[in-house]
DNA sequence: CCGATTACATACCGATCGGTATGTGGTGTC
DNA sequence: GACACCACATACCGATCGGTATGTAATCGG
C-alpha cells in the first residue's frame, strides 16, 4: 500500500522528467539518459514503469500536457459564468506567459509540430487535446451567443479553430523571436479579433 | 568551367534532397544517409560541398526556404499595385496549398519550432527570414494604408506580425489534424481579421 | 517468518548516428 | 603529356542511441 504510493511517486518523477526533457528538445532529441540524469533514477525505474520511450511520451501528453490543458484553459472558461469577458481576458493574461514559456514554446504545439508527420499514434493523442481546447473555447463562444454578448452570424466552430491555431502560432513566433513584447503584440492583435466577435 | 556547372548542380541536387528530408522528419531527426540515398549520391558528395550537416540545414534555410518564400509572399506583394487586395486573395488562395504542404507543415514553421531553442545558428537564420516575410506583409499594409484602404488607426507592424503568426498557426493546426478543410475554415478566420483592418 | 513478487540498479547489447581518412577517375594547365 | 587539383566514392571510426538481461534489496501475502 505504502509502497504502491512510492511506486507512484517515482513513476510521477519520471513522468515530470520526462515532459522537462521533451519540453526542452523535443520528443525525437530527447534522450532517456539525460531524463534520468537529474532525477537519480535510472532505466530500470523508467522501463519498469512505462514499455518504451515512445509510451512514456505518450503518457507525458496524456498526463502533463493535458493537466495543464484543463488547468489552465477548459476549467476557467467552463467555470466562468461571463464566457465572453473570460475569453477576452485569458488571451490579454500578460503574466501568465513566463520567460520559459516563451523560449521554449508551447509543449502541446512543439510536439504537434515534431510529431504530427512522423508517428499516428503521437497524432492522435495530440488531436485529442487539441480537440478538448477547441471546444472549450467553441462553447464558451457558443454560451456567449446565446447571451447575447456574440454575434449572430459569427461560426463559433471556426471562431474557436482560429483561436487555437492563432494562439499556437503566436507563441510559435514569440519563441523564435524570444520576445516577450512580440508574443503580447501578437496576442492584442487576437484580442482585437475576438473582440470584432461581439456586438459592437 | 563544364566541370564547375557540373559540381553546383550536384550540389543543388544534395540541397533540394536535404529539403525534402528536413520537411519530412526535421533537422535532427535526418538522416544524412537518407538525404543521399535517393539522389545516388554518396557522403563524400555531401561533405565535398558542406563542412557538416549543420552547415547544410542552414544552406537549406537560406537558398531553398527562402526562395520559396520570396516567390510565393514577398514578391507577388511587393509588385502588386494593390496591395489590400494582394494581401487578402493571397491568404484566399485556396489551390496553392497542397495536400503535401498541409500534411508536412510549413518548412519554415517546422524548423522554428524544432531548431529555436536548441540552435542560436538556426534561429537567427530563421528569424531573418521571418522578419522578410513580417515586412512584406508591413509594407502592403502600410501602403494600402497611405492609398486609404486600411483605417489609420491600424498597427501595420503589429498586424503583420499577427498575420504571421497566424498563418503559421493555422498551418500548424492543420498539419495535426490532417485536414484541409480545417485548414480553409481557419485561413478565411484570418481573411476576416484582414478585413477588419479595412475601411468599412 | 518465509517464499514470491515488486521495484528498481547495473552492465551490456546491436544499431545508427555524424564525420573522416583515403582512394580514384576525370579535368584543366602549362 | 606530365602534373596538380577538383569532385566525388568507399570504407571505416568513436559516440550515442533505445532497449534488455540480470542482479538485488524491499515489500507483500499467507
Not at 477548459?74 to 467555470?79: V, Y
Request: charged share 25%.
Amino acid at each position: 500500500m505504502d509502497s504502491n504510493r512510492q511506486s507512484d511517486l517515482t513513476r510521477q518523477r519520471v513522468l515530470e522528467a520526462g515532459f522537462k526533457e521533451i519540453h526542452r528538445h523535443g520528443f525525437q532529441a530527447a534522450s532517456v539518459c539525460d531524463i534520468l540524469a537529474d532525477t537519480g533514477l535510472t532505466k530500470g525505474a523508467l522501463y519498469h514503469h512505462f514499455p518504451s520511450k515512445k509510451e512514456l511520451g505518450l503518457a507525458v501528453i496524456d498526463e502533463m500536457i493535458g493537466a495543464g490543458l484543463r488547468e489552465r484553459f477548459i476549467r476557467p472558461l467552463r467555470d466562468s459564468e461571463r464566457p465572453a469577458q473570460a475569453l477576452v481576458e485569458l488571451i490579454g493574461n500578460k503574466q501568465e506567459q513566463s520567460e520559459e514559456y516563451i523560449q521554449l514554446g508551447c509543449p502541446l504545439n512543439n510536439l504537434m509540430q515534431e510529431m504530427s508527420p512522423v508517428d499516428e499514434d503521437f497524432r492522435n493523442r495530440l488531436n485529442r487535446l487539441l480537440n478538448q481546447w477547441q471546444s472549450a473555447f467553441e462553447d464558451a463562444l457558443r454560451r456567449a451567443q446565446v447571451a447575447g454578448e456574440v454575434r449572430e452570424d459569427v461560426d463559433c466552430h471556426a471562431a474557436a479553430l482560429f483561436i487555437v491555431s492563432a494562439w499556437e502560432g503566436c507563441t510559435g513566433i514569440a519563441k523564435n523571436m524570444q520576445s516577450v513584447e512580440s508574443f503580447r503584440a501578437c496576442m492584442s492583435q487576437l484580442q482585437v479579433y475576438v473582440v470584432g466577435l461581439l456586438k459592437h
